[in-house]
């Protein structure tokens, strides 16, 4: 497999920020309300659009979906199905327009990436997740406040996945790294990295 051209990796990095706030779409005071650009675009449908069918597909399923903050849209089951609606919503958009490359799915894969970092972020605050519902009950949680301003660890958390993220693709693309090789690296460091937070958030400010 060849290496990650230079414009994969900037669409997926793209798609790593805008998807870390996307969860937050079920909160009514979320970032992504009050933001301009690319952003704007899921500001304007992601409520009114991408969580309603998200909802849907769940009561397709038989499963409870909750729209409350830190619901369905706070798990992995649940950025997994608005992530798929999103692929096939943005990708019949830019068909229709003319504008479509396969390239785009880089941007797509980077949006589910992003929201999952914030699901496990999420799971190191004292309020925590039960990040595997409807499947599993189990809650994950740290001793992070968030409402606490002097809280400086999430933001740290944050830039340590997204700069190690950032390393490894950068990386991967100038040392000519196989992408299949580049995945598996990716994969291991991420989880390495987290374990690690998750770890340290529980041990106090």
Not at 76 to 94: E, K, N, R, T
Request: net charge positive.
């Amino acid at each position: 497999m060849a290496p990650l051209p230079s414009i994969a990796v900037a669409l997926f990095l793209g798609g790593i920020i805008i998807g870390s706030l996307l969860p937050d779409t079920d909160a009514t005071d979320s970032k992504l309300h009050y933001m301009d650009g690319v952003a704007r675009i899921f500001s304007l449908i992601m409520r009114p659009v991408i969580m309603p069918l998200t909802g849907l597909f769940y009561r397709v399923a038989g499963k409870r979906f909750n729209p409350a903050h830190r619901g369905s849209m706070h798990t992995v089951p649940g950025v997994i199905v608005y992530s798929v609606i999103l692929a096939g919503v943005i990708g019949s958009a830019l068909y229709l327009s003319g504008y479509y490359d396969p390239i785009i799915a880089f941007f797509l894969i980077g949006l589910f990436t992003g929201g999952i970092f914030h699901i496990l972020e999420d799971c190191c605050t004292r309020s925590g997740l039960m990040p595997l519902k409807p499947y599993s009950s189990r809650k994950f949680a740290g001793s992070i406040n968030t409402g606490d301003r002097k809280e400086k660890r999430p933001g740290l958390y944050a830039k340590g996945l997204f700069g190690a993220s950032a390393a490894v693709l950068v990386g991967g693309h100038h040392y000519q790294i196989d992408g299949v090789v580049l995945i598996a690296l990716s994969a291991g460091l991420f989880l390495s990295l987290w374990l690690l937070i998750f770890r340290v958030s529980r041990w106090g400010p």
